[in-house]
T-cell receptor, first 117, second 111 residues
Framework: GAVVSQHPSWVICKSGTSVKIECRSL??????MFWYRQFPKQSLMLMAT?????????EQGVEKDKFLINHASLTLSTLTVTSAHPEDSSFYIC?????????????FGPGTRLLVL | QKEVEQNSGPLSVPEGAIASLNCTYS??????FFWYRQYSGKSPELIMF????GDKEDGRFTAQLNKASQYVSLLIRDSQPSDSATYLC???????????FGSGTKLNVKP
């Protein structure tokens, strides 16, 4: 159980375009989803926390108008990188919490590699 | 973000040895502490978590927590080459919700 999927796994786009990444919890309802970004040889940096039906909470320094997060259902959250630029190229990983669990365990998706040319 | 310190390594141990991974954290409000393993190019996978002072064992893994010293560690017994990965420490934030990951310790287990 506790499987999280992401789509797409790879995306290459031109500078200035927008890219949407989907994160789905496959066998549980995710009360909270998180979006992280990881640059090569660095750790995961939390970008935002997303609760179903409410606005995402962004970490300091993360532009909410550039990284649009929608959590429309208990099994789906999307991250849209608007007007992507080469510096946005990174590994984007989502995670989800199972609302049935008492603890704060986060289950991670496989990640999406974004390359902006 | 909260500070989480880990020795980046690499930590090299021979197969069958005990690997000891350490983590210190700055947020005294952290209540739970998670250890994840991340293979190169992959996303993190959960190893275990601990929330009480002392030791918690799960198979070959033992987590140790000392909240007074703001220190958490992970011991891997009988290390295997397949354990070679980066180990990430993640204390929860003071709202029990967010993780703030350390930079990770790269472990190499030599056959």
């Amino acid at each position: 159980g506790a499987v999280v999927s992401q789509h797409p796994s790879w995306v290459i786009c031109k500078s200035g375009t927008s890219v949407k990444i989907e994160c789905r919890s496959l066998d549980f309802q995710a009360t909270t989803m998180f979006w992280y970004r990881q640059f090569p040889k660095q750790s995961l940096m939390l970008m935002a926390t997303s609760n179903e039906g409410s606005k995402a909470t962004y970490e300091q320094g993360v532009e909410k108008d550039k990284f649009l997060i929608n959590h429309a259902s208990l099994t789906l959250s999307t991250l849209t990188v608007t007007s992507a630029h080469p510096e946005d190229s990174s590994f984007y990983i989502c995670s989800a919490r199972d609302g049935r669990e008492a603890w704060e365990t986060q289950y991670f998706g496989p990640g999406t590699r974004l390359l902006v040319l | 973000q909260k500070e989480v310190e880990q020795n980046s390594g690499p930590l090299s141990v021979p197969e069958g040895a005990i690997a000891s991974l350490n983590c210190t954290y700055s947020d005294r409000g952290s209540q739970s502490f998670f250890w994840y393993r991340q293979y190169s190019g992959k996303s993190p996978e959960l190893i275990m978590f601990i929330y009480s002072n002392g030791d918690k064992e799960d198979g070959r893994f033992t987590a140790q927590l000392n909240k007074a010293s703001q220190y958490v560690s992970l011991l891997i017994r009988d290390s295997q080459p397949s354990d070679s990965a980066t180990y990430l420490c993640a204390p929860t934030g003071d709202n029990f919700n967010k993780f703030y990951f350390g930079s990770g310790t790269k472990l190499n287990v030599k056959p």
